[in-house]
């Protein structure tokens, strides 16, 4: 499981359901399904990870989440997660209104693109960065939304929602006291539990 998954996981009650948006291969959910025997939905648009969900035994809906969460009824999920997939949606902040509309919590992931990294990078080169954690040119990233984590503390302000726990972690996945001071400028990958004010 990627480290980022490993803390995700600590904030998610045993016997919950967990819708999780952007599933990917289904390796978060097939995790929580063994081991805290939860009750979960995947909603993923890659044709490939679609199978290896359903290879994982994982329940997965092939769905935009562009298109909004319809589909869902108020309050029928515990935890609703949004992983590393935050910056290549169309309309973020809709999506974190649906979110915390359909589920009590919210665990939302995201590179932070106000780290000292990528500042350094555009000071420097004059270019957008590329790095083996953001590896794609700036004209074929998934990424359309650049967020830093003083962004998202302000829409999380501006949308009344609770900030249940913030952690902030490098590259690694690995926290320190420094990125805990200065989590815009360090903090490489922020993760946020969120829950309506």
Request: glycine share 6%.
């Given at each position: 499981?990627?480290?980022?998954l490993e803390i995700i ?175 815009n400028l360090l903090g ?10």
């Amino acid at each position: 499981m990627r480290p980022d998954l490993e803390i995700i996981q600590q904030w998610i009650e045993p016997d919950s359901r967990v819708l999780d948006l952007g599933c990917g291969d289904g390796s978060l959910l097939h995790y929580l399904n063994l081991q805290k025997n939860v009750s979960s939905i995947g909603l993923e648009i890659d044709a490939d990870n679609i199978r290896q969900c359903i290879d994982n035994g994982v329940n997965v809906i092939e769905q935009n989440m562009d298109a909004g969460l319809d589909n869902f009824q108020t309050d029928s999920f515990d935890t609703v997660l949004l992983t590393q997939t935050l910056q290549a949606l169309s309309n973020p902040r809709r999506l974190i209104e649906e979110m915390l509309r359909i589920g009590k919590k919210g665990i939302v992931t995201f590179p932070n693109f106000g780290n000292w990294k990528c500042r350094l990078y555009l000071a420097s080169k004059g270019r957008m960065p590329v790095s083996r954690f953001m590896s794609h040119q700036w004209y074929d990233t998934p990424n359309i939304h650049f967020c830093t984590v003083r962004d998202f503390d302000d829409l999380c302000r501006d949308m009344a929602i609770s900030v249940l726990a913030r952690t902030v972690v490098d590259s690694q996945h690995q926290g320190s006291w420094a990125e805990r001071a200065w989590p815009n400028l360090l903090g490489e990958i922020a993760i946020y539990h969120i829950s309506r004010g």
